[in-house]
């Protein structure tokens, strides 16, 4: 089955949003800054820390400011 639950979705997402910092060579304080995050905040996404929900305003601001579309965040990154 193709089903997808939440918990793996999420994972998804943030192993997704990592993958754009390391390929465009950021640190989380500037990439974070960027999107208006802390450096915390991004570690702690990143390490599956940050407890409550991603939502779809952060999902947003990122792929704007980074300009990917949104829906790579959910399967993969491409640089373009």
């Given at each position: 089955s193709s089903d997808v639950c939440s918990s793996d979705l999420r994972?998804?997402?943030v192993l997704n949003?990592?993958?754009l910092r390391l390929n465009l060579n950021l640190d989380e304080v500037e990439?974070?800054?960027r999107i208006g995050?802390?450096?915390?905040f991004i570690k702690k996404l990143e390490q599956n820390k940050y407890t409550r929900e991603v939502n779809i305003e952060l999902l947003s601001r990122i792929s704007n400011v980074y300009d990917i579309d949104i829906k790579d965040l959910f399967d993969g990154i491409t640089i373009k």
């Open positions: 994972e998804i997402v949003i990592k993958k990439f974070g800054r995050k802390t450096e915390s």
